[in-house]
């Protein structure tokens, strides 16, 4: 069955510093990946998506999210932190066929000014 | 254009009531899918409508009942509610199955008193 592991449920760092949000799959084959951002009281924004046409996928607002297959990881970056990035984050698997998503955890990020 | 509306925005009932909520896209996507979600906590499947016919329903209680009145629209009706059914209620669209990116709409808040 598909997992998803979202390492760290609240990660807090200063403005201005890297933000590193952890994500792991479990499947024998590489699932589509996805990062997804919550602000309160709103839908799910897609930040990027992981389709193996890269192993590094750059998204929206500065984020990026490198593949790793060895590591079975999809951990999300980005270089400096802006306090507009406060939110929850979540990555996602799905299949090659069928409409389920497979949603980790969530990890709330905060940024401290 | 990546735009899902859900209507209303907030929604309070009562346990006797009946009432709908409502989805649209006009992206041409096929797939239409309804997530419940509890503060803090990842998305919940609730049902997967795929070209208009009800494909996933994740053993959801029958006092919720979707309809998919064409490829554009999709309602979740919603009748003799219990307090506990309070969350976000989101809806997302994708252009097809297999891992397409699914699109949420900004979600419908209700409370149930």
């Known amino acids: 069955a598909q997992s998803v592991t979202q390492l760290g449920s609240h990660v807090s760092v200063s403005e201005g510093a890297l933000v590193l949000l952890r994500c792991n799959y479990s499947?024998?084959?590489?699932?589509?990946l996805f990062w997804y951002v919550q602000y309160p009281n709103q839908g799910l924004q897609l930040l990027l998506k992981?389709?193996?046409?890269?192993?590094l996928v750059k998204g929206i607002n500065g984020f990026e999210a490198e593949f790793k297959k060895s590591e079975t990881s999809f951990h999300l970056t980005k270089p400096s932190a802006h306090m507009s990035d406060a939110a929850e984050y979540f990555c996602?698997?799905?299949?090659?066929?069928?409409?389920?998503?497979?949603f980790g955890t969530g990890t709330s990020l905060t940024v401290i000014p | 254009d990546t735009e899902v509306t859900q209507t209303p925005k907030h929604l309070v009932m009562g346990m006797t009531n009946k009432k709908s909520l409502k989805c649209e896209q006009h992206?041409?996507?096929?797939?239409m899918y309804w997530y419940k979600q509890k503060a803090k906590k990842p998305p919940e499947l609730m049902f997967v409508?795929?070209?208009?016919?009800?494909?996933i329903n994740e053993s959801v209680p029958s006092r919720f009942s979707p309809e998919c009145p064409n490829s554009s629209l999709l309602n979740l009706h919603l009748h003799a509610l219990q307090p506990e059914d309070s969350a976000l209620y989101l809806c997302?669209?994708?252009?097809?199955?297999?891992?397409?990116?699914?699109?949420f709409g900004p979600g419908t808040r209700l409370t149930v008193l």
């Open positions: 996602a698997a799905a299949k090659w066929t069928g409409n389920q998503f497979y």
């Open positions: 992981y389709t193996s046409a890269a192993t």
């Open positions: 992206m041409g996507h096929r797939a």
């Open positions: 409508y795929s070209y208009e016919k009800l494909s």
């Open positions: 997302a669209s994708s252009q097809d199955t297999g891992g397409n990116t699914q699109y």
């Open positions: 499947s024998s084959v590489p699932p589509y």
